[in-house]
T-cell receptor, first 113, second 113 residues
Framework: GENVEQHPSTLSVQEGDSAVIKCTYS??????FPWYKQELGKRPQLIID?????GEKKDQRIAVTLNKTAKHFSLHITETQPEDSAVYFC????????????FGTGTRLLVSP | GAGVSQTPSNKVTEKGKYVELRCDPI?????LYWYRQSLGQGPEFLIY????????DSGLPNDRFFAVRPEGSVSTLKIQRTERGDSAVYLC???????????FGEGSRLTVL
């Protein structure tokens, strides 16, 4: 089955810096890659996603890139703010017609003022 | 309601007991998922409902776990003969369509003593 690895497990940056989180997946049939943000004790919330027919997608300060050949995808956050502090999860899903997501183990991002 | 509602938010039980966890999805969402999140890990897929039927229950760990959605709306996850290893946050999510964005609830934290 699919396996998703995520790095780093923790990431500390200064406010205004950029943050990059990387994930690799094992199953070349995976074609949908969402990213979720989870604040402490809260629900995971979708922040951006990308499908395998697209190499890059951007939404304001957040961007995701996908390299299908290398089977890895990355989350980029620019101009980080303290409210970006949370745990971020990447996930992968095959074209099953529904969202049977396999999640990474998460990255705890801390943005210091 | 405005979001996915899960009850109870916290449940403490003793090993061997039976528990039920309830999920009330967003009105009009036909797809419903259960995921389980252990401490420090990403959510893990358990089961997917489309309407009243369980379309994929391949993530249920064993036959102590069962879920129903009799009227295509509210779902109940049932765990028999609970074990300490069942302790986790059980997340419910719903989406408007099978491949649509997942909206997660706040989760039910289960602790088995």
């Amino acid at each position: 089955g699919e396996n998703v690895e995520q790095h780093p497990s923790t990431l500390s940056v200064q406010e205004g810096d950029s943050a990059v989180i990387k994930c690799t997946y094992s199953d070349s049939a995976s074609n949908y890659f969402p990213w979720y943000k989870q604040e402490l004790g809260k629900r995971p919330q979708l922040i951006i996603d990308i499908r395998s027919n697209v190499g890059e997608k951007k939404d304001q300060r957040i961007a995701v890139t996908l390299n299908k050949t290398a089977k890895h995808f990355s989350l980029h956050i620019t101009e980080t703010q303290p409210e970006d502090s949370a745990v971020y999860f990447c996930a992968a899903s095959m074209n099953t017609g529904f969202q049977k997501l396999v999640f990474g183990t998460g990255t705890r991002l801390l943005v210091s003022p | 309601g405005a979001g996915v509602s899960q009850t109870p938010s916290n449940k403490v039980t003793e090993k061997g007991k039976y528990v039920e966890l309830r999920c009330d999805p967003i009105s009009g969402h036909t797809a419903l998922y259960w995921y389980r999140q252990s401490l420090g890990q990403g959510p893990e897929f358990l089961i997917y409902f489309q309407g009243t039927g369980a379309a994929d229950d391949s993530g249920l760990p064993n036959d102590r776990f069962f879920a129903v959605r009799p009227e295509g709306s509210v779902s109940t996850l049932k765990i028999q003969r609970t074990e300490r290893g069942d302790s986790a946050v059980y997340l419910c999510a719903s989406s408007f369509s099978t491949a649509g964005e997942l909206f997660f609830g706040e989760g039910s934290r289960l602790t088995v003593l």
